[in-house]
């Protein structure tokens, strides 16, 4: 609505682009916020990238093959979460919520803290604590 506040509300109101949600709705659904590991990596002298690969429960107990991939970007300074990316069943929807989380600039920390909601896909995204090596 920053269209309408600006032209028709004579407030003009500027978007921050940069934590937008985007997701491409395909076998597997791709939901994506924020940095890429490749443009954090270009903008921050050092990120931290947690990553997980694994079947949804729901998955494995109706015999589906399909999995799920989550990565989480940080940067390692101040540990705010750059970007989330996640591909598999319910992607898109993670990612808004997740959009959030980035958009408020909060934690690794804080996102660690949350309880997760179990069984669910989504509980993944804070239940990773191993970084990636490298």
Do not use: C
């Amino acid at each position: 609505h920053a269209f309408a506040d600006t032209i028709y509300n004579q407030r003009p109101t500027s978007v921050d682009h940069s934590s937008v949600p985007s997701a491409v709705f395909g076998r597997p659904p791709i939901g994506s916020v924020g940095l890429a590991e490749s443009d954090a990596r270009r903008s921050f002298a050092e990120i931290d990238i947690y990553r997980t690969n694994f079947r949804p429960m729901r998955n494995m107990l109706t015999g589906n093959q399909e999995r799920t991939l989550m990565k989480i970007v940080v940067d390692r300074k101040t540990d705010k979460l750059l970007g989330v990316h996640i591909a598999g069943e319910d992607a898109p929807e993670m990612v808004q919520l997740a959009a959030v989380a980035v958009k408020a600039g909060i934690t690794k920390t804080q996102w660690d803290s949350t309880i997760a909601l179990h069984p669910t896909a989504a509980e993944e995204l804070v239940l990773m604590r191993e970084k990636v090596p490298g």
